[in-house]
């Protein structure tokens, strides 16, 4: 139970840093909206459901990253880790904190990002959205804790998307099959098993990653 | 309370400690001197558990919510409140009776009336108030003091000796500093730091 209290604290603090800053979820939103009416505009003819598609998950997934890479910037730019670190609490308590409020702004960004996609191409449907919300954990969960990993180097900015793209490619398999699929069942529990398999990788390890 | 021995500490291949031998016993006062780039942060933050030595070995007999660390930053977020950010920490440390703790540190520290403006707009010194409220937030049973005193104004630091001499004996220091004669009264033991 002091588990979740800690959980809901780290996480509070981080929606309430968001809150006041505005710098991480505007920018999610006016990129992932620039980015489907540049499609919109560049995209020749009528494209096809599949091709659309594609170009919906490449936007969720750079609006993600661009969530991800600003997740840890207040306890970098401020030097907190150390007291976050210090507390007695769980560590892996300061990952699902900073998952969930990530979770939170990604969840925020695609409640545009999918109307706007079913406004220039094609209707959504529930399959997809329940991809959307199967790989919005995963995207989350493990770009939260590379972004913890690369916080502390130099090359951050190139460090994330180095070490979260390839990781990210089974959610984008994923993704794409449960929202083209006529049987998407199998690519949801693909997305639920990547999810459940890399929650519990990154919430046993997390402590090593923010330990020196 | 904290033991050490032989203690180093390399970062990559420049030594930043070499062979420390330290024993603060429970209730002692451990003033830490040295010029810059002796080692004495490097030396706090092994003893506070922030970081691993690379040579010797250290034993403290403090969990980690027995530790209080003051480090050189204040480890409070600026767009947060002085309430905000000491409600944070509150919880994380499962203080009992949180709001009575937190109100009567802001109170002593002189804070009390700026407790609802977010930090950033805090001084340089308010804010080293703040730390110290956060420092002693849960009643540490070990204080890891750097550099306590920067920052701070005559009156903060006055603040601060009463808290300390109040404090002295029921609690173990380890106290970095530049100015030693304002902790002398107070210090048990002295290690000074070369480069």
Redesign the interface.
């Known amino acids: 139970m002091?588990y979740v209290?800690?959980v809901g604290?780290?996480a509070r603090?981080d929606l309430?840093?968001e809150l006041?800053?505005r710098d991480t979820l505007p920018a999610m939103l006016l990129f992932v909206a620039a980015v489907f009416v540049i499609f919109h505009f560049a995209l020749p003819g009528t494209p096809s459901r599949l091709e659309t598609t594609g170009f919906l998950w490449v936007a969720i997934l750079f609006t993600a990253l661009l969530g991800l890479g600003r997740a840890f910037v207040?306890e970098r730019e401020?030097?907190?880790f150390?007291?976050?670190?210090?507390?007695?609490?769980d560590r892996s308590a300061i990952w699902l904190a900073k998952s969930l409020a990530t979770l939170t702004f990604l969840v925020a960004a695609e409640v545009v990002a999918l109307p706007l996609y079913a406004l220039f191409f094609h209707p959504i449907h529930g399959a997809m959205v329940a991809a959307v919300l199967l790989a919005d954990v995963g995207i989350c969960g493990v770009g939260t804790f590379l972004g913890a990993m690369a916080v502390v180097t130099r090359a951050r900015d190139l460090l994330l998307p180095l070490l979260f793209l390839p990781l990210a490619m089974p959610i984008v398999v994923g993704a794409v099959g449960a929202s083209v699929s006529a049987s998407p069942g199998r690519y949801l529990g693909f997305l639920a098993l990547y999810d459940l398999l890399f929650a519990l990788v990154c919430w046993a390890t997390f402590e090593y990653v923010v330990?020196? | 309370m904290l033991s050490a021995r032989r203690l180093g500490k390399r970062y990559g291949e420049k030594r930043v400690l070499r062979r420390i031998d330290l024993d603060l016993p429970r209730g002692g006062f451990l003033v830490v001197t040295g010029p810059n780039g002796a080692g004495k942060t490097t030396l706090l933050r092994i003893c506070a558990g922030l970081a691993q030595p690379t040579e010797g070995t250290i034993e403290r007999a403090a969990t980690r919510a027995q530790v209080g660390y003051l480090g050189h930053e204040p480890l409070v977020y600026r767009e947060l409140t002085a309430l905000e950010n000491l409600e944070l920490y509150g919880r994380l440390y499962r203080i009992p009776e949180r709001r009575e703790r937190v109100g009567m540190l802001l109170e002593r520290f002189g804070l009390w009336e700026a407790r609802r403006e977010r930090v950033g707009s805090y001084s340089r010194g308010m804010t080293q108030r703040l730390a110290l409220c956060r420092v002693l937030l849960h009643e540490p049973e070990l204080l890891v003091l750097d550099e306590p005193y920067s920052a701070l104004d005559e009156a903060g630091a006055e603040l601060l000796d009463a808290q300390l001499a109040e404090l002295r004996g029921e609690r173990t220091f380890l106290v970095s500093t530049h100015d030693p004669a304002r902790v002398e009264p107070l210090a048990s033991d002295r290690l000074a730091l070369a480069t």
């Open positions: 002091s209290r800690d604290a780290l603090k309430l840093l006041r800053a207040p401020q030097r907190t150390d007291g976050l670190v210090l507390a007695p609490c330990a020196e």
